[in-house]
């Protein structure tokens, strides 16, 4: 059983940057996709980033240019780094990992969550 820990969240002006950090234990996620997803209150879970083996990336239209998914295999890490926040990313965000990135229902393994708001 795969364990996810979020990380890394805060409150921070519009224009400046986070960097989210997911640990994963439990399972060495180097063959897995990993992704990022968020939730604003009141709205649905939605996707934002994704990677897989090789140089695979996929980014939600919202946030493509702005931010980054990487991962560490070495470290069972996979992070996020968010430059030029907008009040529109203000959310929970949580990592999930899935057999292939090809399919959001097959993400699984959501951690705790961590907060992240941005102010204008």
């Known amino acids: 059983q795969v364990r996810l820990v979020e990380s890394g969240g805060g409150l921070v002006q519009a224009g400046e940057s986070l960097r989210l950090s997911c640990v994963a234990s439990g399972r060495p996620i180097s063959v897995y996709a990993m992704g990022w997803f968020r939730q604003a209150p009141g709205k649905e879970r939605e996707f934002v980033a994704s990677t897989w083996t090789g140089r695979f990336t996929n980014y939600a239209d919202s946030v493509r240019g702005r931010f980054t998914i990487s991962r560490d295999n070495s470290r069972n890490t996979v992070y996020l780094q968010m430059n030029s926040l907008e009040p529109e990313d203000t959310a929970v965000y949580y990592c999930?990992?899935?057999?292939?990135?090809?399919?959001?229902?097959?993400?699984?393994?959501w951690g705790q969550g961590t907060q992240v708001t941005v102010s204008t």
């Open positions: 999930a990992i899935a057999p292939t990135p090809a399919r959001l229902s097959e993400y699984d393994g």
